[in-house]
């Protein structure tokens, strides 16, 4: 091709023929650039095609996290709600309305939230990276959620290391040997008969009722992130379907 334009070039010259030869060399320059401006488009759209790929992966891995988020939510809501079962308990207990026998399991009451959610963690920069507006905005959301929840396990958990377990073990309440047992089923952690003397007095029922409530409050805000949870794994997943 180049040749044939060569000799087209030469023999215009070679006739002395400089209009047919400005026009014939401008009608190269345009093919030149059309070349160009091709080759630029087929550039950008493989490159397209690259970052549509990426996102796609991205958005794969980010609906696993998701997913595997969902059965972090379901494990503290269910351990939230059988501690605060206990506190509503020990709330009638203090009123006289119901027995000491009929109150739940005791351990429950030292336990700290050990889950910390994946999503925000495994992809702290996904929102930069989503072209859909729409979802970049339900990430930012998200994150800041997750933020708060991991603010209120957080204080949650120092009130449980910090203040309720070291009282529990100053105040003896503690069965000594319990704590290498191996069979989960059968924990008895607290003693129960020295726990129902001390929760006689004030400072007992003050330390619990700073526990509750951050359990409280960190039992609202999960309900908060697992419904964004959930409406960002169905956004996602539509927007995958249509692309």
């Given at each position: 091709?180049?040749?044939?334009?060569?000799?087209?070039?030469?023999?215009?010259?070679?006739?002395?023929?400089?209009?047919?030869?400005?026009?014939?060399?401008?009608?190269?320059?345009?093919?030149?650039?059309?070349?160009?401006?091709?080759?630029?488009?087929?550039?950008?759209?493989?490159?397209?095609?690259?970052?549509?790929?990426?996102?796609?992966?991205?958005?794969?891995?980010?609906?696993?996290?998701?997913?595997?988020?969902?059965?972090?939510?379901?494990?503290?809501?269910?351990?939230?709600?059988?501690?605060?079962?206990?506190?509503?308990?020990?709330?009638?207990?203090?009123?006289?309305?119901?027995?000491?026998?009929?109150?739940?399991?005791?351990?429950?009451?030292?336990?700290?939230?050990?889950?910390?959610?994946?999503?925000?963690?495994?992809?702290?920069?996904?929102?930069?990276?989503?072209?859909?507006?729409?979802?970049?905005?339900?990430?930012?959301?998200?994150?800041?959620?997750?933020?708060?929840?991991?603010?209120?396990?957080?204080?949650?958990?120092?009130?449980?290391?910090?203040?309720?377990?070291?009282?529990?073990?100053?105040?003896?309440?503690?069965?000594?040997g319990e704590q290498l047992n191996t069979d989960r089923a059968k924990f008895d952690l607290v003693n129960d008969e020295r726990f129902y003397e001390e929760f006689k007095n004030e400072e007992l029922r003050q330390i619990l009722f700073e526990s509750g409530v951050k359990l409280r409050i960190m039992r609202t805000n999960v309900e908060?992130?697992?419904?964004?949870?959930?409406?960002?794994?169905?956004?996602?997943?539509?927007?995958?379907?249509?692309?």
């Amino acid at each position: 091709m180049l040749t044939i334009f060569r000799k087209i070039r030469q023999k215009l010259l070679t006739q002395n023929k400089v209009t047919r030869y400005l026009a014939y060399a401008i009608g190269e320059i345009f093919l030149v650039v059309i070349g160009i401006l091709i080759a630029l488009q087929v550039n950008n759209w493989n490159e397209s095609r690259k970052e549509d790929a990426r996102e796609r992966e991205l958005l794969i891995y980010a609906l696993e996290n998701i997913k595997t988020d969902s059965l972090s939510l379901d494990s503290i809501t269910s351990r939230t709600d059988k501690i605060l079962a206990v506190q509503r308990d020990l709330i009638l207990l203090s009123e006289n309305k119901i027995p000491a026998q009929s109150i739940g399991n005791l351990d429950l009451i030292r336990a700290s939230e050990p889950n910390i959610l994946i999503i925000k963690k495994n992809n702290p920069n996904l929102p930069n990276e989503v072209k859909d507006q729409e979802i970049k905005k339900m990430l930012l959301d998200h994150y800041l959620t997750i933020e708060w929840l991991e603010n209120t396990i957080l204080k949650h958990n120092d009130i449980i290391e910090g203040v309720v377990r070291p009282f529990m073990a100053e105040k003896q309440l503690l069965n000594y040997g319990e704590q290498l047992n191996t069979d989960r089923a059968k924990f008895d952690l607290v003693n129960d008969e020295r726990f129902y003397e001390e929760f006689k007095n004030e400072e007992l029922r003050q330390i619990l009722f700073e526990s509750g409530v951050k359990l409280r409050i960190m039992r609202t805000n999960v309900e908060r992130v697992a419904e964004k949870n959930e409406n960002l794994k169905k956004a996602i997943n539509s927007y995958l379907n249509h692309r």
